[in-house]
């Protein structure tokens, strides 16, 4: 290679530059990535939209870890923030170095497509449907319409709180009608397209479904922000995020958005209520 001289080695110090600035622009955005509890997922993802429209950050959700994988994923850098709800270990998930942020209370709701014209269920009805003594909605006064009840597998959050707050679902044993609906969005999914459908799932999921799932009263208790915080609404469960004890600038500003007034305000239009 020849040496260059002073203005050789400047055109070649510009074109350097110059293709630099080709491969990666200034300004170029970066991307925050999060992945665990699907339940926590839909909150997170409309966060994470709101946060990218002020900020040149943008949040990728996905989709979803296990309470170990996503503890070890956020351990070895992979992600940058895991989700978490109902049950988490604090102290255990502290001791391994890294933060707890509660950002949430999400209701958990009995939810039915919208061809349902049902606003309440007992507690006794709820059990009656998922046992398969109840098999159309005409039994319960509604329009003659075959009930098809969705549940999620009991090692998940939605069938926890479910099985932990109605008495007569603790020990239910579940026939083989009731679909059993692994994640959170294969439920969201089936109660929009469903027909006569009834299952368990947030209240995020029915305000983002654009009218086609309705959250139904339970004992004619409904999930508004006034029962939940009072303790009349007894379904519901937290929704955290777990950081690193030193997380990049962009996920601070992420934490402090969530935990701000803006955050509180996307939260509050998705079904669930701000932390304290």
């Not at 999400?106 to 006794?124: K, N, Q």
């Not at 959050?157 to 579940?174: M, N, P, S, T, W």
Request: hydrophobic share 50%; with cysteine; charged share 15%.
């Amino acid at each position: 290679m020849p040496i260059l001289g002073m203005k050789g080695r400047a055109r070649f110090l510009a074109a350097v530059l110059f293709a630099t600035a080709l491969i990666a622009p200034a300004g170029a955005q970066q991307e925050i990535s999060v992945d665990g509890s699907t339940g926590t997922a839909p909150l997170v993802g409309a966060l994470g939209k709101a946060f990218a429209a002020k900020s040149n950050v943008a949040v990728a959700v996905g989709k979803g870890l296990g309470t170990k994988a996503r503890f070890e994923a956020l351990s070895a850098g992979s992600i940058d923030i895991a989700m978490a709800s109902h049950g988490l270990n604090v102290a255990q998930v502290t001791g391994m170095g890294m933060t707890v942020h509660r950002i949430a209370m999400t209701p958990v709701v009995f939810a039915v497509h919208d061809s349902v014209d049902v606003t309440s269920l007992t507690e006794a009805q709820v059990c009656a449907i998922y046992s398969g003594g109840v098999r159309n909605w005409k039994e319960l006064g509604a329009a003659d319409l075959a009930v098809v009840p969705l549940a999620r597998p009991d090692s998940e959050v939605d069938a926890e709180v479910v099985r932990g707050a109605i008495a007569c679902f603790k020990d239910l044993q579940l026939p083989d009608s009731v679909r059993i609906l692994a994640r959170a969005g294969d439920m969201a999914k089936a109660l929009a397209e469903t027909a006569g459908g009834v299952g368990m799932t947030s209240a995020t999921v029915v305000g983002q479904s654009s009218g086609k799932i309705k959250a139904v009263a339970l004992g004619g208790v409904t999930a508004s922000e006034g029962n939940v915080v009072g303790g009349n609404y007894r379904l519901t469960r937290d929704a955290f995020l777990v950081t690193r004890n030193a997380p990049s600038s962009a996920v601070k500003a992420f934490i402090e958005f969530v935990s701000g007034s803006e955050g509180a305000a996307v939260i509050k239009a998705n079904g669930a209520i701000a932390a304290k």
